[in-house]
């Protein structure tokens, strides 16, 4: 365990459903990000949340959206996905400061996503 | 911007053997490094981190890495590999001042004979 839990760990969705992957941290981290993870290809960026504020969106489709309610807490929700869709979405957070790379990321153990 | 190369997308190694992994990066300063370990179904977990100081680091599991400026390289070593290590690992870079993206290099599998 290593303190980002991810839910939920295996999810198979249709091209039509609505559904949101939550990841949840309490280490005291004020910045949490979402990777996308697909076969052959190098874990892709796609948002970055500091004190609740998006501060990065890697041009990312508008079928995900990205909620942060507060530091501890970080959804996304998928709506009208497609099978390229399908990876492993991994959630991270680190401490959130000018110099915040130092700290490196903890990751979750991921959501699986298949779509269909 | 930085980027991260691993130039070996597969490696396997027999077991008690020694291990080295490659990573060079992009980058005209000093930047952030460090090597993640991904077991299957798992996510990321930090093996090491340099950012400045002593160039040889190191990390959890028996792991080191060491800094070379000359040769923009921060390669992950091991002098005895065990069954357990099997596993993808990545190595990131991170830049001051640039929010806080790291950037992962495409993974090097490896892969362990008994």
């Known amino acids: 365990e290593t303190g980002v839990t991810q839910t939920p760990r295996h999810l198979v969705m249709g091209m039509t459903n609505k559904k949101s992957l939550k990841c949840e941290q309490h280490?005291?981290?004020?910045?949490m990000y979402w990777y996308k993870q697909s076969a052959k290809k190098p874990l892709e960026l796609m948002f970055v949340y500091n004190f609740k504020e998006q501060t990065e969106n890697n041009s990312v489709p508008s079928r995900f959206s990205p909620e942060c309610p507060n530091s501890s807490h970080l959804f996304l929700h998928l709506h009208t996905l497609q099978p390229e869709d399908s990876a492993l979405y991994l959630c991270a957070s680190s401490q959130a400061s000018s110099s915040q790379s130092l700290y490196g990321y903890t990751f979750g153990s991921g959501t699986r996503l298949t779509v269909v | 911007a930085q980027s991260v190369t691993q130039p070996d997308i597969h490696i396997t190694v027999s077991e008690g053997a020694s291990l080295e992994l490659r990573c060079n990066y992009s980058y005209g300063a000093t930047p952030y490094l460090f090597w993640y370990v991904q077991s299957p179904g798992q996510g990321l977990q930090l093996l090491l981190k340099?950012?400045?100081?002593?160039?040889l680091v190191q990390g959890i599991k028996g792991f080191e890495a060491e800094f070379k400026r000359s040769q923009s390289s921060f390669n992950l070593r091991k002098p005895s590999v065990h069954w357990s290590d099997a596993a993808e690992y990545f190595c990131a870079v991170g830049v001051n001042n640039a929010g806080n993206m790291l950037t992962f290099g495409g993974g090097t599998r490896l892969m362990v004979k008994p």
């Open positions: 280490l005291g981290h004020n910045a």
């Open positions: 340099y950012f400045s100081g002593d160039t």
